[in-house]
């Protein structure tokens, strides 16, 4: 259905244009540099490493078992699958006949050297806001990577998307073109937050609703919760469902060590944005979360008022001593999910969650996790199919998955139980269909080892989009 409006829509566009829209999308070929040398300060080179960190561009340029940017991993869309291109400094099969100028014109315009409209899967709706100078750095950092020879399968879309042409019709409808501009009203670090996570940070990627053609809706849906990979990614401003309100500590710690006390550990999709920002100076994390938190705004008074209680409820019942209010007040009855969940949690869950260690070897008290007040279960699903990783250097799992030892039926009965005693919103719809999606990503999950970030991908096998 997608699809269809997507091809019928630029079809139409594409005729009535005719003649002016070819004009239009139309784009120069920059010529390739014979012999280039790539000579540069080791300054520059380590300010683009870092700058790539915030950019992720590590996790979708790099193939399942494949080198790091030799590109070759398989993102699905709605509209088809597209590869990632080999970035390495190889003449032939990589970039390293660009000079820097069509770098750049590929970050700000989404044009590759030969004048060629590259798809929005390459996230250049963001990259167009990246500095000049911050493009020259990226620039030096990649022509200083291992050139390796690797070619990318071809794209799988219908046409007349594989019509590269039809590309200028998405970006004149979506597309707006130009560098980060400062707010005036804001302070530095403000700005420099709005600057990574609007640009190479493209935070809204996930975090923001699609509309059918792909694009990311703006205004009030600007964060309002996307999806990734399968994964629900939550919203980040005023519909946040965190029941412990953000603040700009709390996300700083989240976003630079991967968890944070009151709000879980950082799974998925968004593992290896936490793990590569872990690289960075802490102050790079605080910025983007001082930004974040303005998006969000002043929790209203009802989840002011929800995090208090929540907040009382753990200094008076420590984890451990936390009565089951789910199962204790009602009579028994095993028609209902929630009831059978009940003996579930409590003889798989509970000895870890209501343990009270520390994070992020403990588990969270579960009525603090966003995951069980999320706009659908599939974060949880996920979770409780394959478990979390080890820490890196440690050989035992901080959760172990359940994929092989509870049905679709027991997952269920668990979620409903967890759901009416931990959170204060409605019961999910039916999960059966998407515990059998999870279940088929199975061992792909992304994961990542809690500690010190890594250049490995952490969903190496694939990497979905909604473009
Ligand atoms: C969400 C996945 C994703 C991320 C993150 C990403 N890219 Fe890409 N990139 C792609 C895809 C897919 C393509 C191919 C698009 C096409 O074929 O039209 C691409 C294409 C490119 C190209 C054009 C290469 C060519 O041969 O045409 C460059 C340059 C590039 N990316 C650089 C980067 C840099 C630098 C970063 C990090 C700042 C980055 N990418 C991050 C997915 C991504
Ligand atoms: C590749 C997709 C992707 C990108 C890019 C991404 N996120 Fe996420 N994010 C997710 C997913 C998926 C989750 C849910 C993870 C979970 O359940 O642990 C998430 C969770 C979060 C959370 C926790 C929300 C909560 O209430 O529990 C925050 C905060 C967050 N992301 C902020 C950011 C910021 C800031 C950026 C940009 C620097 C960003 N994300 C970029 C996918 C992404
Ligand atoms: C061996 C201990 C252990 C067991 C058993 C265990 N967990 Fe976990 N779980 C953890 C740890 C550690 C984390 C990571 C810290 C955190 O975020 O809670 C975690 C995370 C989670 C999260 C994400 C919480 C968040 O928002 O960060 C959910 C949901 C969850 N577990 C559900 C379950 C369920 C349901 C069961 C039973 C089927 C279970 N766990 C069994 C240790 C355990």
Redesign the pocket.
Known sequence: MKLRTFGLGLLVLAACGAGGFIAYAWEPEIAAAENPTFDFAPDIVKAGAD??A????V???TALGGKPFA?GLA?PTPFGT??????TPDAET??GR?NEEA?AR??REGV??EG????P???YDH?TR?TDEDNRA?YAY?MTREAVSAEPPE?ELPFPLNV?MVLAGWKLLFFREGAYEPDPAKDEVWNRGAYLAEG?G?CG?CHTPRNVLGAEKGGEAHFGGGEAEGWTAYALNGASPAPIPWDVDALTHYLHEGWEARHGVARGPMAPVNSNLGTLPEAESRAIATYVVSRMGEPSPEKRARAEALGAEAATHPPGARPQSGGSQSVPAAHDPAERGAAIYAAACSTCHDAGRPLPYGGLRLDHSTALYGPTPANPIHVILQGLPAPEGERGPIMPGFAGSLDDGQIADLLAYMRKTFSDQPPWEDPSELIRDARADGSEGGQRSLGTGSDAPANPSK?E?SW
Do not use: E, K
């Open positions: 700058l790539a915030v950019g992720n561009c996790v979708c340029h590109g993102l597209i590869y990632s291109t080999n970035i990589g970039i660009w770098f590929s970050m590759d050297r060629r409209h590259l798809y899967a390459f996230p990259f990246v990226l990649l794209n590269r190479l493209h990627a990497r989009t």
